[in-house]
């Protein structure tokens, strides 16, 4: 018989440190949600200034988030590609909330 302690845990393979990988859920929703802000701002801008205006609205709604995620980059932690992925996805979902919020109001009052 071993001489091994009872009371000793097992070891463990268990990683600690999380991945540095985006998810594939992550980046998903972060296009999803800029496709639909995108939608919005080109509907918007190209009714008031026609399909150029629109077009620039479209790419318009990604300089918003990329600034933001540019702040976020003083953090050391936040400097990997899964925190700028996650980063991007809610800023993109805080601006779609947004925008419909203003295209219901402009709806509700039409």
Same mark, same amino acid.
């Given at each position: ?42 509907? +918007? ?6 399909? =150029?205006?629109? @077009? #620039?609205?479209?790419? *318009?709604? &990604?300089?918003?988030? $990329? ?18 992925? +996650? ?6 979902? =805080?601006?779609? @909330? #947004?925008?419909?919020? *203003?295209? &219901?109001?402009?709806? $509700?009052?039409?």
């Amino acid at each position: 018989m071993s001489e091994q302690n009872v009371y000793e845990a097992p070891a463990s393979n268990i990683e600690t440190e999380q991945s540095n990988k985006p998810s594939a859920i992550v980046i998903l929703f972060a296009i999803i949600f800029s496709a639909i802000l995108a939608g919005i701002m080109f509907i +918007k801008q190209s009714a008031a200034m026609g399909v =150029v205006g629109g @077009l #620039g609205g479209m790419v *318009g709604s &990604l300089i918003p988030a $990329a600034i933001i995620v540019g702040l976020f980059q003083i953090s050391k932690r936040l400097r990997n590609s899964r925190s700028r992925w +996650k980063i991007f996805m809610w800023t993109q979902f =805080v601006f779609v @909330l #947004g925008q419909v919020a *203003g295209l &219901l109001r402009y709806l $509700a009052a039409a």
